[in-house]
């Protein structure tokens, strides 16, 4: 049987150099070519950074929104079904769906707040924290591998990368929900 998906033997667009562009964009910033490169190392990287936990999750019958779900309720405890809309940025239709499974499913159970009844509250069970901790741990190792294979400082250098990639008015919120700061940029040379 042939695949369906084959690698080309050849590029289907030259590279940057054979059409002529330069290796670099105005004033040093990167070429559209490195851009873009980047772009498809970010798509696949994800690929690979969800694969695994994605096999863990279908063993459940659950999926990526599921494991959001559970990774910010797990590492927030008591966390407002509210809250969760912000982080997540999701219509309040789509988390219900997803909630109602694991709430059925006994891996998140909510309870009433104590100053607000009307507040719903969201923990982990022993199940869903263990689940939540186990696809934590298959990421961190990957994140781990790939950092130490990217050399020294390059933790730093990838969280300030990513804390970059997110928009400016929602750094602060972020910010807020991480386990550490981010270190600040170095300024420019010269």
């Given at each position: 049987?042939?695949?369906?998906?084959?690698?080309?033997?050849?590029?289907?667009?030259?590279p940057?150099?054979?059409?002529?562009?330069?290796?670099?964009?105005?004033?040093?910033?990167?070429?559209e070519?490195?851009?873009?490169?980047?772009?498809?190392?970010?798509?696949?990287?994800?690929?690979?950074?969800?694969?695994?936990?994605?096999?863990?999750?279908?063993?459940?019958?659950?999926?990526?929104?599921?494991?959001?779900?559970?990774?910010?309720?797990?590492?927030?405890?008591?966390?407002?079904?509210?809250?969760?809309?912000?982080?997540?940025?999701i219509?309040?239709?789509?988390?219900?769906?997803?909630?109602?499974?694991?709430?059925?499913?006994?891996?998140?159970?909510?309870?009433?707040?104590?100053?607000?009844?009307?507040?719903?509250?969201?923990?982990?069970?022993?199940?869903?924290?263990?689940?939540?901790?186990?696809?934590?741990?298959?990421?961190?190792?990957?994140?781990?591998?790939?950092?130490?294979?990217?050399?020294?400082?390059?933790?730093?250098?990838?969280?300030?990368?990513?804390?970059?990639?997110?928009?400016?008015?929602?750094?602060?919120?972020?910010?807020?929900?991480?386990?550490?700061?981010?270190?600040?940029?170095?300024?420019?040379?010269?």
């Amino acid at each position: 049987m042939t695949d369906i998906i084959s690698v080309p033997a050849r590029r289907l667009r030259a590279p940057a150099q054979e059409r002529g562009e330069a290796g670099a964009g105005v004033g040093g910033a990167p070429a559209e070519a490195e851009l873009i490169t980047c772009v498809e190392l970010l798509f696949f990287a994800y690929r690979d950074f969800t694969g695994e936990a994605d096999a863990v999750l279908a063993e459940f019958g659950l999926g990526r929104a599921h494991h959001r779900v559970l990774h910010f309720v797990n590492r927030n405890p008591g966390l407002k079904v509210q809250d969760l809309l912000a982080i997540l940025k999701i219509t309040k239709q789509s988390l219900a769906r997803v909630l109602k499974l694991l709430l059925d499913q006994g891996w998140i159970q909510q309870v009433a707040g104590d100053a607000d009844r009307r507040q719903r509250l969201l923990h982990t069970t022993d199940k869903g924290a263990r689940l939540a901790d186990r696809l934590d741990a298959l990421q961190a190792k990957r994140i781990g591998k790939a950092l130490a294979a990217s050399g020294p400082g390059s933790d730093a250098a990838m969280m300030r990368f990513l804390f970059a990639m997110i928009v400016p008015e929602e750094r602060a919120f972020v910010e807020a929900l991480l386990p550490r700061t981010i270190e600040a940029a170095p300024p420019p040379a010269g």
